[in-house]
């Protein structure tokens, strides 16, 4: 199984970037995908998840109404549309899969992890 986190990059204040997630010898479909990312001295933090089953979505506040998840089963990738980036939002982004379950906010929950990609946002 891999997972393969692409599209960071460096960026100014108010900037736009997607990320891109793409899975390879899984059944795509039956899993939720997630984004974490972290910063340097911190935890790695939930951003969102989208359900296997209903597509569903699930943000974490700080990203919420800024932060867009979505998935395209044919082509086994899930995105990350970031839209309005501030420096806070400068981390190592990692999407993560689990199996038939909702989306976990715990990186515990998750069966598989892509290596990350980086994004540094510039005031």
């Not at 979505?57 to 044919?74: L, M, P, Q």
């Not at 839209?83 to 993560?96: I, K, M, R």
Request: hydrophobic share 35%; aromatic share 12%.
């Amino acid at each position: 199984v891999q997972l393969q986190a692409s599209g960071g990059g460096s960026v100014q204040a108010g900037d736009s970037l997607r990320l891109s997630c793409a899975a390879s010898r899984i059944t795509f479909s039956s899993y939720s995908m997630a984004w974490f990312r972290q910063a340097p001295g911190k935890e790695r933090e939930f951003i969102g998840g989208i359900n296997w089953s209903d597509r569903s979505t699930y943000y974490a506040d700080s990203v919420k109404g800024r932060f867009t998840i979505s998935r395209d089963n044919a082509k086994n990738t899930v995105y990350l549309q970031m839209n309005s980036l501030n420096p806070e939002d400068t981390a190592v982004y990692s999407c993560a899969a689990a199996l038939l379950v909702f989306p976990d906010v715990r990186p515990q929950g998750y069966q598989y992890w892509g290596q990350g990609t980086q994004v540094t946002v510039s005031s």
